[in-house]
Every structure is written in C-alpha cells, then in structure tokens.
C-alpha cells in the first residue's frame, strides 16, 4: 500500500484533528480477514457474537462507533454506546454493506517493523487497560461497565493513529522518554507534535459525533468522576506494568485502585493478579 506518512509535525489542533478526519482508518488484519470469513457467512452472524469479536480491535472499534454516529437516525433518544449496540441499530446487512474488506495496518507498516512494534505494545496496552477497567467496573457493579470497556481500549486511539500516519514522530516521541524516563508524555507530545495526544483525541471524538459518555470517561481532565477514574487508572496500571510490575509507580496505582475499589492493598493487589493472570 502506498501512502504519504507524515514527517513533519502538523502546526495546531485543528490541523491535526482535519488531517484524520480524511484519512480512512486502518484495522487489524485479524479483524479483516474475519470480516470477510463473516460475510461469507452471514445468516450465522449476530450482533453479539460479531461485536465480541470487533471488541478485540480498537481501530474496527473507534471505526464502528464513528460510522453508528455518523448515521445515527433523528429518532433515535441514546447514543449506541457499545459495538454491539450500534450493530443492533445497524442491521447485519447493512453492516457488511457499509463495511466492504478493510485496509490493515499491517499493510500500511508493511515497509515499517519499527513503527508495528510501537503500534503492537501500544495495542497490548490497550488490550490489558479495557480488562482492567471491566473488571473495576463490575467490582463497583457499575451499569455502564461496557462503556467503560470500551473507553479504555480506546483511551490511546490517537496514539494508535500516529504510528500508522506517522510513525517518524511517534519515535521520536517514544526515543525522547527513553532517553528521559522522568518525562512526562504530554510534554514529550507537545514538544514533538505541537498538541497532546489526549486533546486530538477529544476533538476527533467530538468531530466523530461519538458517544458523549465514552467522550466523558476517555477525557483524563474529569476529574475525580468514579467512571473516569476506572478507565483512567487501568490505563495508567497497564502503562507502569507494560514491561514489569516492578515499576516504581506501581505502589502509588495500587494505593489509588484501592481508594477506587474501597479494598485494602492485599485485596486489591489479589483483584489485579485475577484480572491479568499470574503476575
């Protein structure tokens, strides 16, 4: 696939936020080939069992719920929250109409292993921050535990799009924190990008029409909001443990997920173990 990466930082928000805005977002390769195993067959599919399995990829994700917005009937009260809510609301056939094969990110970064790699820890992060933030959401029985799902698997969906669209700057940001461990992401984001990730992130959900709640709970500037909290504490967790849980910060997450939990630290830490397998 032949594509025009980014290597030259964007000047503001706006022009980060058009600039995705009109470019069609890659998926997994997994997601498309199952897409069309799926379509082949599509008096066995269902909402559910096919949301369960978009669910695993944040790109068919945010492009799923992005699409739902987009054309989300005058008559409709609520939002489609989920993908499998907005499948429902979609219909199966005009799903797979409306969704043909999909272009992958492992095409994009076929001449790029350094950036799939950037991408693929990114996406484990994700995949361990969405299980984090379930499980603390069902610990609180909270009702909008999906939601909260989803808000942590796509918490980082604006670094996700970097690496695909330029993965020159994201190493460069990803070299930055190496060489200084003390740096903080959002300083290394604005030096390199002239924006934070987390502001692209808002205003292409706003610029998506996405759902309000999950705009709510994917903003980290809420603060002390017990459902932002779930997906921004998982988020965090996932990060300081992506390489070992021996991370110096790791004490501090687990004092704050207890605060959140209302559990003592050894509970807490026996909730973590049973939501991430053997540490």
């Known amino acids: 696939m032949n594509y025009a990466p980014l290597t030259q930082p964007l000047p503001d928000l706006a022009r980060w936020t058009a600039h995705f805005r009109g470019e069609e977002i890659p998926v997994l390769a997994r997601s498309a080939e199952q897409l069309e195993f799926w379509r082949a067959n599509e008096d066995d599919v269902d909402a559910n069992s096919l949301g369960e399995e978009i669910a695993c990829d944040p790109l068919m994700t945010l492009k799923v719920l992005a699409y739902a917005s987009a054309h989300r009937s005058a008559r409709l009260l609520a939002d489609a929250e989920t993908v499998t809510a907005a499948l429902v609301l979609m219909g199966i056939t005009p799903f797979f109409n409306a969704f043909g094969p999909q272009p992958t990110v492992e095409q994009r970064l076929a001449d790029r292993p350094d950036a799939m790699a950037g991408l693929q820890r990114v996406l484990r992060r994700a995949e361990r921050a969405a299980r984090f933030a379930l499980g603390f959401a069902v610990h609180r029985t909270d009702p909008d535990a999906a939601v909260i799902h989803s808000a942590a698997l796509l918490h980082d969906f604006a670094e996700m799009l970097l690496w695909c669209y330029a993965p020159d700057l994201a190493l460069e940001i990803q070299q930055r924190q190496r060489l200084d461990p003390a740096l903080r992401s959002a300083v290394a984001q604005r030096a390199v990008l002239n924006i934070e990730l987390g ?24 603060g002390n909001d017990p459902q932002v909290q779930c997906a921004k504490l998982a988020v965090r967790l996932a990060r300081h443990t992506s390489e070992s849980w021996e991370n110096p910060a790791v004490p501090d997450d687990l004092r704050e997920i207890g605060s959140l939990l209302n559990l003592g630290p050894d509970h807490t830490l026996k909730l973590l173990q049973e939501l991430d397998g053997e540490l």
């Not at 502001?199 to 903003?219: F, G, K, S, V």
Request: charged residues 30%; aromatic residues 4%; glycine residues 0%.
């Open 199 to 222: 502001d692209l992130e808002q205003a292409l959900m706003q610029a998506w029409r996405l759902p309000e709640l999950l705009a709510h709970i994917t903003n980290d500037k809420r």
